[in-house]
């Protein structure tokens, strides 16, 4: 069955070209999205993803393209007709069609495209014997709160990462310290057990999985410190993971190739692991 897409108000085979050329999405990069996880048909987190685009949105003072109660029928449409049990939702907001010129135009009609696709879990292998990152210098700009379609650096580090045999880059700034993942955040486990994670700021974007990471570790009585910590201490460290939305709460057992604690993943890892799974349905899916 071809996928469907909806785009500005049409649900359109996804091939079809729909989208005007002079959309500043396609010249400028000038839009945002949000990627939500679907388990069985059923949108995880919906309303956490919902406010978080309407937030990148005002930062970029893009108006939200319809109402919250609109896109929410527009999702479960799409989810609909896609009929993927397992799905991403991916939704694209630009500031809209315009003659090309940097400043904002007046009047402008934000484009909202959402499309849906089989979500790309971890492979069990993966779960079981963890991953592999690369450390690389981070390139991106200074707004990494803001959940941006403009993504280069990102899928440079990505494509870099995976001609070195990795799953994932973990970013590092100019002091040494590790900012996220190109596509996750990133986290490690010292000696004594604690979980460290950058602060919140324009280095790092707020993850809706980073937000059930922590709800499930204070659950557990595991602390978390959040700070940033440099790639030596993550090579050192007892245990490594990343969380996003896609890639769930993943084990990370090398870092630059050299092995993190016994190679294998943590027990703390595990633990919040196996309670995320049951949080947002998952255990009988992964």
């Given at each position: 069955?071809?996928?469907?897409?909806?785009?500005?108000?049409?649900?359109?085979?996804?091939?079809?070209?729909?989208?005007?050329?002079?959309?500043?999405?396609?010249?400028?990069?000038?839009?945002?999205?949000?990627?939500?996880?679907?388990?069985?048909?059923?949108?995880?987190?919906?309303?956490?993803?919902?406010?978080?685009?309407?937030?990148?949105?005002?930062?970029?003072?893009?108006?939200?393209?319809?109402?919250?109660?609109?896109?929410?029928?527009?999702?479960?449409?799409?989810?609909?007709?896609?009929?993927?049990?397992?799905?991403?939702?991916?939704?694209?907001?630009?500031?809209?069609?315009?003659?090309?010129?940097?400043?904002?135009?007046?009047?402008?009609?934000?484009?909202?495209?959402?499309?849906?696709?089989?979500?790309?879990?971890?492979?069990?292998?993966?779960?079981?014997?963890?991953?592999?990152?690369?450390?690389?210098?981070d390139q991106r700009w200074k707004r990494c709160d803001i959940k941006s379609i403009?993504?280069?650096?990102?899928?440079?580090?990505?494509?870099?990462?995976?001609?070195?045999?990795?799953?994932e880059a973990w970013l590092v700034d100019a002091d040494g310290r590790v900012t996220?993942?190109?596509?996750?955040?990133?986290?490690?486990?010292?000696?004594?057990?604690?979980?460290?994670?950058?602060?919140?700021?324009?280095?790092?974007?707020?993850?809706?999985?980073?937000?059930?990471?922590?709800?499930?570790?204070?659950?557990?009585?595991?602390?978390?410190?959040?700070?940033?910590?440099?790639?030596?201490?993550?090579?050192?460290?007892?245990?490594?993971?990343?969380?996003?939305?896609?890639?769930?709460?993943?084990?990370?057992?090398?870092?630059?190739?050299?092995?993190?604690?016994?190679?294998?993943?943590?027990?703390?890892?595990?633990?919040?692991?196996?309670?995320?799974?049951?949080?947002?349905?998952?255990?009988?899916?992964?």
């Open positions: 069955m071809a996928r469907i897409a909806y785009v500005n108000g049409r649900y359109l085979p996804i091939g079809r070209p729909a989208v005007a050329i002079e959309d500043r999405g396609y010249q400028f990069a000038d839009g945002v999205y949000e990627v939500i996880k679907c388990v069985f048909g059923q949108p995880r987190d919906l309303e956490r993803h919902l406010d978080r685009l309407e937030r990148s949105l005002r930062e970029l003072r893009i108006a939200m393209p319809m109402s919250r109660a609109a896109l929410r029928r527009v999702i479960a449409e799409t989810l609909r007709r896609n009929a993927i049990r397992h799905a991403i939702v991916y939704i694209q907001v630009s500031r809209g069609t315009a003659p090309r010129n940097h400043l904002f135009p007046k009047n402008a009609v934000p484009s909202l495209v959402v499309t849906v696709r089989r979500a790309p879990f971890p492979k069990p292998a993966e779960i079981e014997d963890g991953v592999d990152v690369v450390t690389l210098p403009s993504l280069l650096p990102n899928v440079l580090a990505k494509q870099q990462a995976a001609e070195q045999g990795a799953r996220e993942g190109s596509s996750a955040n990133a986290y490690i486990v010292d000696q004594s057990g604690t979980i460290i994670t950058r602060p919140l700021g324009g280095e790092i974007l707020g993850g809706i999985t980073r937000q059930n990471l922590f709800a499930a570790a204070k659950a557990a009585g595991v602390p978390i410190v959040e700070r940033a910590f440099t790639v030596a201490e993550a090579r050192a460290a007892r245990e490594a993971f990343l969380t996003s939305t896609s890639s769930l709460v993943l084990p990370v057992t090398r870092i630059d190739g050299q092995s993190i604690g016994n190679g294998k993943p943590g027990s703390i890892t595990c633990r919040l692991l196996d309670a995320y799974l049951q949080a947002q349905g998952l255990a009988a899916v992964i």
